[in-house]
């Protein structure tokens, strides 16, 4: 970085007075090879830091995935973003930019300082007032625009987050002419962010240009300094220039540090943003590798919250059911079946209580391990882009008979056959679209895929006709022959006669539960009262009526 001040002094000092073109040559030649190790040791520092970035996003984007699908399932999906993947993504970016590059170059700052004191003691005071003052915009700059860009930086993610999910339900906003509301509260929302950046942009354009302006101002003043010394016979001519050359260099990187500024305070959040997830993500505990499970459930005094709330759905509720058994839960909406569907997988911690698969904490298991004996059938059926045999096998490796046996239980082999590439065919936005009665009967398929123990299906018929409907109680008989504990969500009745036993749930709490037959009969027992006290209640009423038109009718007579 000295090279050019020094072979500038030399050139004038040297050749100039001396006149020799050989000293010039030499001096030239020396100059040459620096510049070329300068030109070469910068590439190598951005080669460094490439590999650097490179080698961060390779050690922590898993990780970074894993905490990012560990904050949308506790918030329930309302959290679902991949904005820590951006985070990673635009820190690596930073590190491999010239804004960090300042910061490398800054710390040299006090030997250009040092090297102007060796010029000439004014030359070091201007440069020490000059490093100063751009120091201090710096640190302006920090305060006027870094909390108004962290939070226009965080109201665009939530923003981003805002419209992803709207545009997820496109045809529902298509279709009910919601898209001219929808896009005035994301226009409000996107006009609070512009103007956060705005404001911060405008205050750190000003600051900018102040540290860019006085840069090249004092860079020109001091050649008048130099000029007035050179006159003064304090330095040689060399130094006028070479003063201004090297003061130029020693303020660049504070200049161009104010400049990327911006790019810093985004780097900051990130890595903020990042450390909060990973912390989280590494407080989880390993957890030991436990037997196979038999299905063998018990539920002791659960209490369950959705993620981000303490007001429970679920209300101090006991059970158990032995493995093998096929159990229904019904109810009126908003009893909390979904919810007790949620908690007996441990997708959603209790606040209370514990739910025991085989006599373990369901928390307790590790979820890569106990993902295969698991079946789920989600009410809001989600396919992957992917083809149709991924899909049933999850995404591990492909078992064809697997699959083929799961397509088969689920009854949907022939349905997937006529599809335009069979088991092959891709699903999603770059494939076949399937009706909702097709990803239902695909998803059920993936559900029985492997040889799950405990299987939950959460409205398994609600898209099914009545082929589908044969074809579910065939698959719930074959669980049946195989052992696994299902609990079967439902509201329709065709599927009861294949149950064991029958939860009856009222808000959040068991009110009926027991063997089938049981359950129904004290279901029939109530009908049947509460017909009768109906019953009764209309006829009190009728006689109250034929009572007060009798005494209507005297009352006229005797008038």
């Known amino acids: 970085m000295l090279v050019p001040t020094f072979y500038m002094l030399q050139v004038y000092g040297r050749v100039v007075t001396s006149g020799s073109l050989t000293t010039l040559a030499m001096l030239t030649l020396i100059m040459t090879g620096l510049v070329v190790t300068l030109g070469s040791l910068e590439w190598v520092r951005s080669r460094i830091m490439v590999r650097v970035s490179t080698r961060l996003d390779v050690l922590l984007s898993r990780q970074v995935y894993k905490a990012s699908f560990k904050r949308a399932l506790e918030s329930g999906g309302m959290d679902a973003s991949a904005q820590s993947l951006n985070d990673l993504t635009g820190l690596r970016q930073f590190l491999s930019g010239n804004g960090l590059f300042a910061f490398f170059d800054a710390p040299w700052l006090p030997i250009y300082v040092a090297v102007m004191f060796m010029f000439h003691p004014w030359y070091g005071w201007v440069a020490v007032g000059s490093a100063l003052l751009l120091l201090f915009l710096a640190f302006l700059n920090e305060r006027l625009t870094g909390p108004a860009l962290a939070q226009a930086n965080k109201e665009h993610i939530s923003a981003t987050l805002h419209t992803t999910k709207n545009l997820r339900n496109a045809e529902v906003i298509e279709s009910m002419g919601m898209l001219e509301t929808l896009m005035d509260r994301w226009g409000r929302r996107q006009r609070h962010v512009l103007m956060l950046q705005s404001g911060a942009s405008d205050r750190g354009g000003i ?3 102040l540290s860019r302006s ?4 004092v860079q020109s003043l001091i050649l008048g300094l130099g000029a007035y010394l050179t006159v003064d016979h304090q330095v040689g001519p060399g130094m006028v220039f070479a003063g201004s050359v090297l003061l130029g260099r020693a303020l660049a990187p504070i200049d161009l540090i104010i400049g990327s500024w911006k790019g810093f305070i985004a780097a900051r959040s990130q890595y903020r943003r990042l450390n909060d997830i990973l912390d989280k993500q590494l407080a989880q505990p390993e957890r030991m590798t436990l037997p196979a499970p038999q299905g063998h459930v018990q539920v002791e005094n659960l209490i369950v919250a959705a993620p981000g709330s303490k007001t429970p759905i679920i209300k101090n509720m006991s059970f158990s059911v032995p493995a093998g058994c096929i159990v229904g839960i019904i109810g009126p909406s908003a009893a909390g079946k979904s919810t007790l569907a949620r908690a007996l997988m441990g997708v959603w911690a209790p606040q209370h209580g514990v739910v025991r698969l085989d006599g373990a904490d369901i928390c307790a298991w590790d979820k890569h391990e106990l993902g295969p004996y698991i079946g789920y059938l989600p009410q809001d059926i989600e396919l992957f882009e992917g083809s149709v045999s991924e899909n049933i096998a999850r995404f ?3 078992d064809s008979e697997k699959v083929v046996l799961a397509a088969k239980s689920a009854g949907v082999h022939e349905m997937i056959l006529l599809l335009p590439d069979g088991y092959d065919t891709v699903i999603g936005s770059d494939g076949v679209m399937l009706s909702g009665g097709q990803r239902q009967r695909i998803g059920l398929a993936r559900a029985l895929y492997g040889n799950p123990r405990l299987i939950i299906l959460d409205e398994p018929n609600s898209n099914l006709d009545e082929v589908g409907d044969r074809a579910l109680a065939v698959a719930i008989q074959q669980l049946k022959l195989t052992g696994a504990t299902v609990f079967v ?22 009110s009926l539960y027991g063997p089938r037959e049981q359950v129904l009969a004290e279901l029939a027992q109530r009908a049947q009262k509460h017909a009768t006290q109906a019953g009764a209640s209309v006829a009190s009423v ?4 034929g009572d007060a038109d009798e005494q209507y009718d005297a009352q006229s007579s005797n008038r």
């Not at 006085?214 to 101002?217: G, T, Y």
């Open 207 to 209: 600051i900018s240009t």
């Open 214 to 217: 006085f840069r090249i101002l």
């Open 489 to 510: 969500i439902t509201h329709r009745t065709n599927i009861v006669s294949q149950l064991d036993r029958l939860m009856v749930m009222s808000d959040g709490a068991i």
């Open 396 to 398: 591990a490796e492909v």
């Open 542 to 545: 009728a006689t109250r009526k």
